[in-house]
């Protein structure tokens, strides 16, 4: 089991720049096509930009054309939690981080094999940990 991150709102809030608290502490998106991980090709493992907990694997991104970082399977399913989302006039799949709780972004079934799921993440909500060479 991943070890909790607890903290107070205050606490994420003195801790994360304002772009970043926005979407992963009050469930904003980024604007599309924005984000500094749209279009990276690097290797390497993206962490949730509160508490570094391991995602998404760079071997498992693909270009959606969404305008969002996209990928077909966590790196490890226990380290997100999916939650529905009535909020927008729509029921959607929120992702968010399992040892933080915080909002990384959405899950679609429109994404390709071998899973057919489009993890829809917000640049903002990631770190990516660049793969030793």
């Not at 991150?5 to 970043?20: F, G, I, M, Q």
């Not at 529905?84 to 094999?113: K, Y």
Request: hydrophobic content about 25%; glycine content about 8%; overall charge negative.
């Amino acid at each position: 089991m991943t070890e909790q991150v607890t903290k107070s709102e205050e606490e994420w809030r003195k801790e994360l720049p304002a772009d970043r608290y926005a979407v992963l502490r009050e469930k904003a998106t980024e604007p599309p096509f924005t984000g500094k991980y749209t279009y990276s090709k690097e290797d390497g493992m993206y962490r949730c930009g509160a508490c570094g907990a391991e995602l998404f694997a760079s071997d498992t991104k693909y270009d959606s054309g969404s305008g969002w970082p996209s990928f077909y399977e966590p790196a490890n399913a226990a380290n997100v939690r999916l939650e529905r989302d009535e909020s927008q006039g729509m029921v959607r799949t929120e992702v968010v981080c399992a040892r933080c709780g915080s909002h990384l972004g959405h899950v679609f079934d429109d994404g390709p094999q071998p899973t057919g799921l489009r993890y829809c993440i917000n640049s903002c909500a990631l770190d990516l940990e660049p793969k030793p060479d």
